[in-house]
């Protein structure tokens, strides 16, 4: 494990359905990242958020809805997705905000969208 | 806003030869550079960055890269790969006083041959 913890590592839902990926840290870090990884394309950055405050909405479609009720925890709640959207989420926790500190990443979710 | 080249798609190499992948960055500011690896089955995981200093930087696993800001680049070197490197690598930057996340790479996947 890495100290950032995703579930479920793997998910399977129809277009219609409603689903959530959960992150958690205990590292005592204060911002989460949400990340698109799919094939062939760089990482995808989603979502920022610092001290429990959305920084960055990288034009994600509101299909995507994130959530960062504490500095532990961040969820992004998935509703009417396309084909298109089946990838690999990866989140990711830093101490703060920009800065020399690297990311600690977690083993992402691989959403598979039918 | 920041972006990343990585030229190199899919590079395979024999054990023992020497290796080296590019970045290239976009942005007129100072910045931080990072590279990320990430073993098949594995999270992402940090392999060297920098942020000011010596622009030689040394990382784990023998590998290094340099900073040459002229160039904007921040290439990737190992004198001798091993078969073990097999993974895909992500260069990745921030703005140093934006405060912003790391922007990565679309990765260059490394093949070793044994």
């Known amino acids: 494990e890495t100290g950032v913890t995703q579930t479920p590592r793997h998910l399977v839902m129809g277009m219609t359905n409603k689903k959530s990926l959960k992150c958690e840290q205990h590292l005592g870090h204060n911002a989460m990242y949400w990340y698109k990884q799919s094939a062939k394309k760089p990482l995808e950055l989603m979502f920022v958020?610092?001290?429990?405050?959305?920084?960055e909405n990288n034009s994600v479609p509101s299909r995507f809805s994130p959530e960062c009720p504490n500095s532990s925890h961040l969820f992004l709640h998935l509703h009417t997705l396309q084909p298109e959207d089946s990838a690999l989420y990866l989140c990711?926790?830093?101490?703060?905000?920009?800065?020399?500190?690297?990311?600690?990443f977690g083993s992402g979710t691989r959403l598979t969208v039918v | 806003a920041q972006s990343v080249s990585q030229h190199n798609h899919h590079v395979i190499l024999s054990e023992a030869a020497s290796l080296e992948l590019g970045c290239n960055y976009s942005?007129?500011?100072?910045?931080?550079l990072f590279w990320y690896v990430q073993y098949p089955g594995q999270h992402l995981q940090l392999l060297l960055k920098?942020?000011?200093?010596?622009?030689l930087v040394k990382g784990i696993k023998g590998f290094e890269a340099e900073f040459i800001k002229s160039k904007f680049s921040f290439n990737l070197r190992k004198p001798s790969v091993q078969w073990s490197d097999t993974a895909e690598y992500f260069c990745?930057?921030?703005?140093?006083?934006?405060?912003?996340?790391?922007?990565f790479g679309k990765g260059t996947t490394l093949s070793v041959s044994s």
């Open positions: 990745a930057v921030n703005a140093r006083q934006a405060g912003t996340a790391l922007i």
């Open positions: 942005y007129g500011g100072t910045v931080n």
């Open positions: 958020y610092n001290f429990k405050e959305q920084t």
């Open positions: 990711a926790s830093s101490p703060y905000l920009g800065g020399e500190k690297d990311y600690t």
């Open positions: 920098y942020f000011s200093g010596d622009p």
